[in-house]
């Protein structure tokens, strides 16, 4: 089992940024590719990001290219989304995901194997 705890949600406004973080325990954290996933209320789960296991692949949805960035430190097994020029619509819960069944990023949920509670972000305009 894989659990994952993310952090840095909470209120800002539009053109702001936030820094989500979240923290891997249980398994080897570089044995897992890493996602973030989206809800706002009302809406399916959404990708935003993702990154292979050694950190040098990275895919992004479009609505969040040139604005959000995700990396990671397997040092301290925490995966992060830094988010830059934040708009209303980007509102929603953000959760982190861990893919271990292969290395490389994968755009759907049913990719991944373990899933934090969520971060809940509100831009307000």
């Known amino acids: 089992q894989v659990q994952l705890v993310e952090s840095g949600g909470g209120l800002v406004q539009a053109g702001g940024s936030l820094r989500l973080s979240c923290v891997a325990s249980g398994r080897t954290f570089s044995n897992y590719a890493m996602g973030w996933f989206r809800q706002a209320p009302g809406k399916e789960r959404e990708f935003a990001a993702a990154?292979?296991?050694?950190?040098?692949?990275?895919l992004y949805a479009d609505f969040v290219k040139g604005r959000f960035t995700i990396s990671r430190d397997n040092a301290r097994n925490t995966v992060y989304l830094q988010m830059n020029s934040l708009k209303p619509e980007d509102t929603a819960v953000y959760y982190c995901?861990?893919?271990?069944?292969?290395?490389?990023?994968?755009?759907?949920?049913?990719?991944?194997?373990?899933w934090g509670q969520g971060t809940q972000v509100t831009v307000s305009s």
């Open positions: 995901a861990a893919r271990g069944r292969a290395s490389g990023t994968a755009q759907s949920s049913g990719s991944y194997d373990y």
């Open positions: 990154i292979n296991r050694g950190g040098g692949g990275t």
